[in-house]
C-alpha cells in the first residue's frame, strides 16, 4: 500500500512497567533477544520509513541508546500521566508534521506485524473512520480494556479497574488491542475533554472512543477475534507467552523453508537470524542476532550463538558458546568450545574442547584441538596449536598481539607472551615460555633442562 506522507506512527512508550517488577524500562525488555520496542518499530517501519515516532518518558536516555539505530522521531513524555496524556504530548510534533491520520500503538505489543497494520490502516481509510481501534475476543478480559457496544456499534472502552458490572452490564469478552487509528482534525477538539476522572487517576487514551462516538464520530472497533499476537505484555508471565508465541512461529517458518530442526520446541531463533535450508539443528540450541547458519552446517546440542555466521559444511558440536565470530566452510568447533568477538575461521580449521578464541583469525586447516586461549592473534594456514597453549595478550595494562605463521607447530603447554611472533614452519618446544620472536624454519625451546638425579631412599 502506498501511504502518503500524510500518515505518521506514533509508539507510546513512556511507561514504567510497574509490573514488571523489573529496573529495566518496560519496552527494553526483549522477546528471543530483542527489545520489544525495537520489535514494534520494525513493523511498522516498512509502512513509515519517515515517519515513526516515540513517546519516551521513563529512562528514556537508555531507551533512546537502545533503540538509537532505528532513526525514529522522540518526543518526550516527562510526567507519564497517562495514555491520554501521551498522545497530548505528541500532538503538537505530529501537527507541525502536516500529518492528517496518525497510527497510535502500545509499545508494549511485541509481536505486531506490518501486514496486519496494513490491513487495518487500509481498512479504516476505506470505511473513512474518525476514530478506529483493533479488538480481541478472549474468554478472560484480565486486565484490559473492555469495549462497550450499543446495538453493535462502540459506544466506550472502559478500563478494567473502572468496570463496574452493575453499572455498566455483563462483562464484554470484547477488549481493546491498544492500536489506534486517528483523523486528526477529527479527533483534535476530543484532546481537551480528557480528565482523569477515573481509578488510575490518568488521562486515557481510551476515553476518546466514548467521547468520539457521544459527537457523532466516525468510530469503528475492528475485531480481531482469538489473536494472541496483537495481546500487550504488562508481567513476566505475559512477556514469556508473548516471547513463546514468536519463537515457534519462527522455528515452525525455518523448518517449512527446509531447515531440520530436530528439536523444535527447545530451539530458540532470533527474528534477525537466518537459516538456509538444508542446515540442521538438534537443539537445545539458542541462535540470537543477525546470525545466518548455512546449508550443510550442523549444530548439535546445547549451543549459544549470537550474530555468528557459520558456512557450509561446518559442525558446531555440544555445548559450544559463540559470539560475533565468523566459522568458515568445513571447519568444526567443541565440543566446549568458546568463540568470542572477533573470532574468525577460515577453511577446514578446528578448535576444540576447552578453546577460548577472541579477536583471533585462525588460518586454512589450522587446529587447536584442546584447552587453549587464543586472544588477539593472526594465526596462518597449516599450524597446529598443541594442548594448553596461551597467548599471554595482557600485561596488566595493555593488550598486545600474536603472530603464528603458517605451518607452525606450538608443543602442548607453551605460553607465548605477547607481543611476539613464531615464523614460518617454526617449532616451539613443549612447555616453552616465549618471550622473543622465533624466526621461520627453527626450533625454540625456552624452559629449564631436565635432570634426572637419584632418588632419596625414602
Ligand atoms: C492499555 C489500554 C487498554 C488496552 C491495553 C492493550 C489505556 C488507558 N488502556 O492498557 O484499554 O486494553 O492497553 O494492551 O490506554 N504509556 C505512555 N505514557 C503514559 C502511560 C503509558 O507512553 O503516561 C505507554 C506505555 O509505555 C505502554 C503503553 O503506553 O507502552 C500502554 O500503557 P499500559 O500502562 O501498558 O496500558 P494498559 O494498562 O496495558
Ligand atoms: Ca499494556
New binding site residues.
Given amino acids: 500500500m502506498n501511504i502518503n506522507n500524510n500518515m505518521g506512527a506514533l509508539?507510546?512508550?513512556?511507561?514504567?512497567?510497574t509490573r514488571m517488577h523489573s529496573s529495566l524500562?518496560?519496552?527494553l525488555h526483549t522477546i528471543l533477544g530483542v527489545p520489544m520496542l525495537s520489535l514494534v518499530i520494525n513493523a511498522l517501519k516498512p509502512i513509515f520509513p519517515q515517519h515513526v515516532r516515540l513517546?519516551?518518558?521513563?529512562q528514556s536516555d537508555l531507551v533512546r541508546e537502545t533503540i538509537k539505530d532505528n532513526d525514529c522521531g522522540i518526543i518526550l513524555?516527562a510526567?507519564?500521566?497517562?495514555?491520554?496524556?501521551?498522545l497530548r504530548t505528541a500532538w503538537p510534533d505530529l501537527k507541525a508534521a502536516g500529518l492528517e491520520y496518525v497510527l497510535v500503538v502500545?509499545?508494549?505489543?511485541p509481536l505486531l506485524k506490518t501486514e496486519r497494520l496494513t490491513w487495518f490502516i487500509k481498512h479504516c481509510l476505506q470505511a473513512e473512520a474518525d476514530l478506529a481501534f483493533m479488538t480481541l475476543t478472549l474468554d478472560d478480559p484480565a486486565?484490559?480494556?473492555?469495549v462497550l457496544r450499543v446495538k453493535g456499534k462502540v459506544a466506550a472502552?472502559l478500563?478494567?479497574k473502572d468496570y463496574d458490572a452493575v453499572l455498566h452490564g455483563p462483562e464484554p469478552k470484547e477488549?481493546?488491542?491498544?492500536i489506534y487509528f486517528l483523523r486528526m482534525q477529527s479527533v483534535e477538539y476530543l484532546l481537551d475533554k480528557l480528565t482523569r476522572a477515573n481509578k488510575?487517576n490518568?488521562?486515557?487514551?481510551?476515553?476518546l472512543i466514548a467521547l468520539g462516538a457521544e459527537s457523532g464520530l466516525n468510530v469503528i472497533g475492528l475485531d480481531q477475534g482469538r489473536d494472541d499476537t496483537l495481546?500487550?505484555v504488562?508481567t513476566p508471565h505475559e512477556l514469556s507467552r508473548s516471547e513463546e508465541l514468536l519463537r515457534s512461529e519462527i522455528v515452525t517458518g525455518w523448518m517449512q523453508k527446509g531447515a531440520l530442526i530436530r528439536n523444535p520446541y527447545a530451539t530458540r531463533i532470533s527474528p534477525a537470524a537466518v537459516l538456509e535450508p538444508g542446515c540442521e539443528i538438534c537443539g537445545p540450541c539458542e541462535i540470537y542476532g543477525a546470525s545466518r547458519i548455512a546449508s550443510g552446517v550442523v549444530m548439535e546440542s546445547h549451543i549459544w550463538a549470537n550474530n555468528v555466521r557459520i558456512d557450509s559444511g561446518t559442525r558446531v558440536r555440544a555445548f559450544s558458546h559463540l559470539e560475533d565470530a565468523h566459522i568458515g566452510p568445513n571447519c568444526t568447533v567443541g565440543p566446549f568450545a568458546r568463540l568470542r568477538p572477533g573470532s574468525e575461521m577460515a577453511e577446514n580449521a578446528h578448535v576444540g574442547n576447552f578453546v577460548e578464541m577472541k579477536k583471533t583469525r585462525l588460518g586454512v586447516g589450522s587446529k587447536a584441538n584442546h584447552l587453549t586461549y587464543l586472544g588477539d592473534a593472526e594465526i596462518g594456514a597449516g599450524v597446529n596449536i598443541g594442548a594448553g597453549t596461551i597467548t599471554c595478550n595482557y600485561d596488566g595494562k595493555h593488550k598486545h598481539q600474536t603472530r603464528i605463521e603458517s605451518g607452525a607447530f606450538i608443543g602442548s603447554n607453551a605460553s607465548l607472551v605477547a607481543p611476539v611472533s613464531i615464523g614460518e614452519n617454526a617449532l616451539v618446544g613443549a612447555g616453552s615460555v616465549i618471550t622473543k620472536d622465533v624466526p621461520p624454519e627453527s626450533l625454540a625451546i625456552a624452559r629449564e633442562k631436565q635432570k634426572n638425579l637419584p632418588r632419596r631412599p625414602a
Fill in positions: 509508539v507510546l512508550a513512556a511507561g514504567k512497567g524500562p518496560k519496552v513517546v519516551l518518558g521513563h513524555q510526567e507519564q500521566l497517562g495514555t491520554g496524556h501521551a502500545n509499545g508494549d505489543t486486565s484490559f480494556g473492555r472502552v478500563e478494567a477488549i481493546n488491542a491498544g488510575s490518568e488521562y486515557y487514551i481510551t476515553d495481546l500487550g504488562n
